[in-house]
């Protein structure tokens, strides 16, 4: 039976979640995938760091109060995030990523990545800064080190579009998409279609593990061109930058603004899309557009998130799921072990 040792990087909502659902699940995986989870590290630059390599209660894990150097309170923790130390020197064979995403140059969750993989370590990881802004490197470092690097999450959280585009829908021929591919923002437009405030309504996303960090990132557009980016340079072997993405977001849609559209039959959504034109080059924007009730994306409501791929052999073809979520995104990060289990498990 395989055991992967398994560090976690950032301990916020979502390396929570998954050693929440390592407390619960891990006998259960045993069966059902054919291997356990130990965790032998954790580091987080609020609560600090812990290594055991003998494997942490991921019971006590989850109930760690969040407070500023909490693990120093663990037997063998400390209240510093010793970050390169447990990423290197944990015993793990597979770390999982998740701190902030920078959408301005993917740091320092890119050097964490870069420290793993050049290691021989595996990474998992729900950070859209290192891949969007920084992808060709860290799969070429990945490959020369015969390790992975996996990212499900960073598109529509435990929603496994990127697997399915590049595995199922390989030979369709996909030219394009167009998505609702923030939760946070999702969110906020239907709550106020119900009459919240835009402020009251991120304040709710923040609490629920939806929102970024700073929510700027969610509301302004910048969350899903990093999620454009992605998929565009995935699925149509584009090779855009975050700058070649025309971005605008929701935050000057106003109360009135969904009420008319409302009462005209229409609801405003948050589209990231690129398409491939016929000279090859690929064009893609993130902006707000009002879409008439009979469009495919326009009941798409709360933190759920909806993409629709365009293919050449099947026409449209939509995945719609959760877009944020902090289980939910746990679940990304399983399913990259799983995959990594597929291709390099013992
Ligand atoms: N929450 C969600 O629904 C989703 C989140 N993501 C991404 O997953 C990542 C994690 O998300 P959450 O857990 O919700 O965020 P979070 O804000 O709850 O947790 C991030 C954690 O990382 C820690 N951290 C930040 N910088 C660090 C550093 N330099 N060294 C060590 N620790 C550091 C923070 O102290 C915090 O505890 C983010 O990049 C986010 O964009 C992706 C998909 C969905
Ligand atoms: N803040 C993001 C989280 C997932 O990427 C969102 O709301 O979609």
């Not at 902030?100 to 990545?113: K, S, Y």
């Not at 860290?138 to 990212?151: D, G, I, P, S, T």
């Not at 829908?169 to 119900?194: P, R």
């Not at 009135?256 to 491939?276: C, P, V, Y």
Request: glycine letters at 10%; one cysteine or more; charged letters at 20%.
């Amino acid at each position: 039976m395989t055991e992967y040792k398994i560090a976690l990087v950032g301990f916020g909502g979502v390396n929570r979640g998954f050693a929440q659902l390592v407390a619960e699940r891990n006998a259960e995986w045993k069966n059902s995938l054919g291997f356990t989870v130990k965790i032998v590290g954790v580091t987080d630059l609020f609560l600090g760091s812990i290594v055991a390599k003998e494997g942490l209660d991921a019971k006590q894990l989850v109930a760690l109060p969040v407070e500023k150097g909490a693990f120093a309170h663990l037997p063998g923790g400390k209240a510093e995030a010793f970050n390169e130390a447990v990423i290197k020197n944990s015993g793990a064979d597979i770390i999982a990523e998740a701190t902030f995403t920078n959408p301005v140059d993917g740091e320092p969750a890119t050097t964490f990545c870069r420290w793993a993989l050049e290691s021989g370590i595996h990474v998992v990881t729900t950070n859209k800064g290192p891949i969007a802004l920084h992808g060709a490197e860290l799969k070429a470092l990945a490959r020369r080190n015969q390790v992975a690097f996996e990212y499900e999450g960073a598109v529509m959280s435990g929603t496994p579009v990127i697997r399915l585009a590049k595995q199922a829908l390989a030979g369709a021929n996909v030219q394009g998409f167009e998505g609702i591919l923030n939760g946070t923002s999702n969110y906020v437009l239907s709550q106020m279609k119900d009459g919240l405030a835009f402020n009251d309504a991120v304040v709710q996303a923040q609490q629920l593990g939806y929102a970024e960090a700073d929510p700027t990132a969610d509301v302004e557009g910048f969350d899903v061109r990093l999620k454009v980016v992605i998929l565009a340079n995935e699925l149509l072997n584009a090779r855009l930058n975050v700058s070649d993405v025309a971005c605008s977001g929701i935050s000057n849609i106003s109360a009135q603004d969904i009420a008319q559209a409302s009462a005209n039959g229409a609801s405003w959504k948050l589209i990231g899309s690129a398409d491939r034109a016929a000279d090859g080059s690929v064009r893609a924007s993130v902006e707000a557009r009002l879409l008439p009730d009979s469009h495919p994306l326009a009941g798409i409501a709360g933190a759920t998130n909806a993409v629709s791929f365009n293919t050449e052999l099947l026409g449209a073809v939509t995945v719609s799921g959760p877009g944020a979520g902090r289980i939910e995104t746990a679940f990304a990060l399983l399913s990259d072990i799983v995959a990594i289990h597929t291709t390099h498990g013992k």
